[in-house]
């Protein structure tokens, strides 16, 4: 994946000096940061709240920093292109991962391997719970993997669900860039291949040893489908109900050598025709359906795809056409607008379409529009933008993305907000 460095990563990275350890952020200073120091630089960066609970942790500030820095030195009108190939480990092609694996090892064994581990012996005082009780209020308990395209909808989606009337009990394992996919995250808690000896299994012993309902997976570049069955059928082995739910994230700048034939960054938004994003979408939602369509067959019908893809898309044509109120642009790094639909190379959003991943994430989870939630839903960021008519426009367009995608699990056939019951 190519990526740019955005202003504000910038920033960031030079506001924190660290370096990682297992997964988890050792300051190289000569005292981890302070919580007024992390309460300051959430209010800076809230995008950097991985899991959306108001609190930034020095992992998640590590995490944070560590996808900036993969983001320097890439320059407006740089050269456009595919992504470079993936380095996969060889024994990928094994008909089964090494008898070492935490994965093979029982309930018990894998959360006392992940209680001595290094993780959890860096957390602080209350880490972060790996279990919760059954929720009365209607919420799912939901695991999940992911990275910086998957945040927006991570941070944003329990504030909705408070406003909605219920919490969301959420256990996650997040990294920047393909640190947070899900082919990384299964080679680091198992401790396996490039992480061969050093296993963090957070999310193994959450699985095996709790009770949830769903699980959310990240997408990434080359994918295949062998990179989420390993994590399906683990969980199934415990939870033979359980749900799936896999992003498809949206369109990115290099997608315009296909769409458009352009070859380098433009200077313009002119290029952004609603034809032009429409090629994008459709070429990003083939790859998705293969894939999804694939790992359905291996496993369980009960995969679905959050059509993030098709609502980010939708949310561009009308930018393109002028039509999302306070929007400027599409692409901050093509037209300079700070409020455009994508700020930087690997295809950010901009400010304010947090919002718009997380209804898609609530729509699709919770099989409601969000156009329903009466009560203020209590988002960080500017109080001016979005507007409450942008943010109506992002909650129609994510309940249609959600309810037309062939493999989002949802359907509105008499239009009243509400899924279809379920076959």
């Known amino acids: 994946m190519t990526l740019d460095a955005p202003a ?18 050792a300051f190289a ?8 120091q992390l309460a300051q630089w959430l209010k800076r960066f ?5 899991n959306g609970d108001g609190r930034l942790t020095a992992g998640e500030a590590a995490e944070y920093r560590r996808a900036a820095r993969g983001q320097r030195g890439t320059q407006n009108n740089a050269k456009l292109g595919p992504p470079p190939p993936l380095k996969l480990d060889p024994r990928w092609a094994d008909s089964d991962f090494p008898p070492y694996a935490a994965s093979r090892l029982d309930a018990d064994a894998t959360l006392e391997l992940y209680q001595r581990g290094p993780v959890a012996r860096s957390a602080p005082a209350a880490p972060e719970p790996l279990s919760f009780p059954k929720p009365t209020d209607g919420g799912m308990r939901i695991v999940g993997v992911g990275h910086s395209f998957m945040a927006p909808g991570y941070g944003t989606l329990p504030l909705i669900t408070r406003a909605a009337g219920f919490e969301q009990p959420l256990c996650l394992h997040t990294g920047g860039g393909v640190t947070g996919s899900a082919r990384y995250k299964w080679e680091q808690e198992n401790g396996i291949f490039q992480f061969d000896g050093k296993p963090v299994p957070k999310l193994l012993a959450a699985i095996a040893n709790a009770d949830w309902e769903a699980m959310i997976l990240s997408p990434y570049h080359h994918d295949r489908p062998e990179f989420y069955t390993c994590w399906i059928e683990y969980c199934l082995k415990y939870h033979p109900e359980m749900k799936f739910y896999l992003s498809d994230a949206w369109p990115q700048i290099d997608q315009l050598t296909g769409a458009a034939g352009v070859t380098r960054v433009p200077d313009s938004d002119d290029v952004f025709t609603p034809e032009v994003i429409e090629h994008m979408r459709r070429e990003r939602q083939d790859e998705s359906l293969k894939l999804v369509r694939a790992v359905r067959a291996a496993t369980t019908e ?8 098709d609502a980010v898309a939708a949310a561009a044509k009308l930018a393109a056409e002028g039509k999302l109120p306070g929007v400027e642009g599409v692409h901050r790094l093509a037209g300079g607008k700070e409020r455009s639909v994508w700020k930087d190379r690997i295809g950010h959003l901009g400010p304010g379409f947090d919002r718009l991943e997380g209804y898609v994430f609530y729509a699709t989870l919770y099989r409601r529009s969000p156009a329903l939630i009466d009560a203020p839903i209590r988002f960080r960021g500017s109080s001016d933008h979005p507007s409450e ?21 949802v359907t509105d056939a008499d239009g009243d907000g509400v899924a279809d019951p379920e076959e």
């Open 8 to 25: 504000v990563h910038r920033s960031f990275a030079a506001l924190l000096v660290l370096c990682t350890v297992g997964g988890t952020a």
């Open 29 to 36: 200073q000569s005292a981890p940061p302070s919580e007024r």
């Open 46 to 50: 809230p995008e950097a709240d991985a």
């Open 302 to 309: 009960r995969v679905y795809v959050l059509p993030t893809n």
């Open 389 to 409: 008519k942008l943010d109506a426009l992002f909650r129609r367009i994510a309940w249609e993305a959600v309810t037309n995608h062939p493999l989002s699990g």
